[in-house]
């Protein structure tokens, strides 16, 4: 048990709605990264958040928005989804916001389904 | 955007054999490190290297920052049936933004008792 917490596990929603994955980070992490995980793309980066402010961008769609709130926690909200949508996304933490180690702590996991 | 190249994709091997894979890219890294992702669960952090050169284990894991700090390589040593899952590799671009971590596409091994 990695301490971070993600929900839903599992979302089955259609093309053109909107949906929220939660995550809260492992107690006393500052830093909140999202990464969706798809069979062909691997683990590709999509925002990190430290202390409620984004700190990094990667490949997020203009679609995609995140938040993260005072006590730390952070939202990820897909909108207009489409069926290439469907994948995991993971939330991970780190103490830091300079993550020197590259140690991040991962979620279990949200695993998304457009139909 | 950037890339690792990971490989081999899938391995499938004997119970005791030993394995190995690695990554490389055209980009220079900070920072190389080896994780592990089970089924149904999120990565998990294996090896991290810090220096070119380095070289570190980890149990029956080995692990190696290239000299040129553009590749890495992750060795298993007497595989055994729980070394099953997926193994990527990530790293931290050099003068890239920290805690941004570019992860491999995965070596998924597969261990037959």
């Known amino acids: 048990d990695s301490g971070v917490t993600q929900t839903p596990k599992h979302l089955i929603t259609a093309t053109g709605q909107r949906v929220t994955l939660r995550c809260s980070p492992r107690?006393?992490?500052?830093?909140v990264y999202w990464y969706q995980q798809s069979l062909d793309q691997g683990l590709q980066f999509l925002i990190q958040?430290?202390?409620?402010?984004?700190?990094a961008k990667g490949n997020i769609l203009e679609r995609f928005s995140a938040q993260q709130f005072p006590d730390l926690h952070s939202e990820l909200n897909l909108s207009s989804l489409e069926l290439g949508d469907s994948a995991l996304y993971f939330c991970?933490?780190?103490?830091?916001?300079?993550?020197?180690?590259?140690?991040?702590?991962f979620g279990e996991g949200s695993r998304l389904t457009v139909l | 955007g950037q890339q690792l190249n990971q490989s081999p994709q899938s391995m499938f091997i004997q119970e005791g054999e030993d394995v190995s894979m690695n990554c490389t890219s055209s980009?220079?890294?900070?920072?190389w490190l080896w994780y592990k992702q089970d089924p149904g669960e999120g990565p998990v952090l294996l090896i991290a290297?810090?220096?070119?050169?380095e070289l570190t284990s980890n149990g029956r894991l080995t692990a190696q920052f290239g000299i040129t700090r553009k590749d890495s390589f992750l060795n298993i040593s007497a595989s055994i049936p729980s070394d099953v899952g997926i193994y990527f590799c990530?790293?931290?671009?050099?003068?890239?933004?920290?805690?941004?971590?570019?992860f491999g596409k995965g070596t998924k091994l597969s261990v037959k008792p």
């Open positions: 991970a933490s780190s103490p830091r916001l300079a993550s020197n180690t590259g140690e991040l702590f």
């Open positions: 107690s006393g992490d500052l830093s």
């Open positions: 958040y430290y202390n409620g402010e984004e700190r």
């Open positions: 980009s220079i890294f900070n920072t």
């Open positions: 290297l810090y220096k070119a050169g």
């Open positions: 990530a790293g931290q671009l050099y003068g890239g933004s920290q805690g941004n971590l570019i």
